[in-house]
């Protein structure tokens, strides 16, 4: 992996930051150092080699072909990392001056409620839930019934005790599942979103088409998409190595062209109301005061920010290699965390650079007829 820091060297900031290190904003239900480094699922992160061998040593099309099983054992790995260094909301936002990371992820995720309309009563299906926080957050900002489609156990397990604890149970509920093949009948949901997770599909027009069949007439599909912009060069060599960087450290198959998204949509019988790059036109709306979704990532200190940035990151590697040496920690956790930590530098380039997005957004509308 690229980027690597001398380990003795590291040392005295992660001992001089060790109190960030184990501070967790919901002890229990969001991820700690401690669960973190305690937790070994089903030896999960020892899974790292496989899949990226299986990743590695395939093509496009052979990991398109395993996208659904390199994705599951992707998120066995890398799930304790997410909600440690992250949060419930496995997703970016564009922010402002003056607004803190949380409360930009919950704008971001309440706007893709109002743009669907969501209201108390309704039905609706959340492709690729993840552990469930953005799912929370608009059932209790709407009043709406949500389900919640993962293929990956773990993070069903997680999203159901959140749920729980949080009280939301009645309003939420977790369905093991592929979202190639939605178990669920024809003609169910008032309305249906993906936040960042239909990247992993192996065919956008499949999955499109899923969210179009579960749909009742009339009803209403978000998604936010993660794509290469009219900047990004194939051409380029190094656009080529940030490019595939991203698709590495995030488990993708191959990222697609933005035009993608809404060619899909009308292929899968969608009628396309908007679509659009959200942190583009944050750009161009908010001008200086704009904060661009790959902030966090940067290196821009904060204290309550300090994991998300790259030392922070580096701080929680070399801990749990150091962990993991005394077999406290899982084998293979040091591993993923430089996994995570090279997908995060390809994410700032492709940002920088205006290469890449992760929050296309698209809305579109299953005919009455």
């Not at 599909?201 to 936010?224: C, H, I, M, Q, T």
């Amino acid at each position: 992996y690229q980027r690597r820091v001398h380990g003795v060297a590291i040392v005295p900031i992660i001992l001089l930051f060790i109190p960030v290190l184990f501070k967790s904003n919901q002890m229990g239900t969001y991820g700690s150092f401690s669960r973190l480094v305690g937790n070994n699922h089903n030896d999960g992160r020892t899974r790292i080699d496989e899949f990226d061998s299986k990743w590695s040593d395939g093509t496009v099309e052979e990991r398109t072909s395993l996208a659904q099983t390199l994705t599951n054992h992707y998120y066995d790995i890398v799930t304790d990392f997410y909600e440690y260094g992250w949060g419930q909301s496995f997703h970016f936002a564009p922010r402002f001056q003056g607004e803190d990371f949380d409360a930009s992820l919950a704008r971001h995720e309440f706007w893709l409620a109002h743009k669907l309309g969501l209201q108390e009563g309704m039905t609706c299906i959340d492709l690729g839930c993840g552990v469930g926080g953005p799912m929370r957050n608009i059932a209790r900002f709407t009043g709406a019934h949500i389900t919640g489609l993962n293929n990956n156990k773990y993070q069903i397990a997680r999203a159901e005790k959140a749920a729980e604890m949080e009280g939301l149970s009645n309003l939420v509920k977790l369905v093991h599942g592929d979202f190639m093949k939605i178990p669920q009948p024809n003609n169910t949901f008032d309305r249906a979103y993906g936040i960042e997770a239909t990247c992993h599909a192996p065919d956008k027009v499949g999955v499109y088409s899923e969210a179009f069949r579960v749909l009742k007439p009339g009803g209403y599909f978000a998604v936010y998409d993660w794509v290469t912009m009219p900047d990004y060069n194939p051409k380029d060599e190094e656009h080529r190595r940030i490019k595939l960087g991203i698709e590495h450290g995030d488990s993708l198959p191959d990222l697609p062209p933005h035009t993608a998204v809404k060619d899909a949509l009308i292929k899968a019988g969608f009628e396309v109301i908007e679509d659009y790059d959200v942190a583009e036109r944050a750009r161009n709306e908010q001008g200086p005061f704009d904060v661009p979704w790959y902030y966090s990532l940067e290196g821009h200190f904060t204290l309550s920010g300090f994991k998300h940035t790259p030392i922070g990151r580096y701080c929680t590697a070399y801990m749990v290699r150091f962990l993991e040496f005394f077999g406290v920690a899982p084998k293979g956790s040091y591993d993923t965390a430089m996994m995570l930590e090279d997908a995060a530098h390809n994410l700032v380039l492709g940002g920088r650079k205006h290469i890449f997005t992760p929050m296309y957004y698209a809305l579109a509308r299953k005919p009455k007829n």
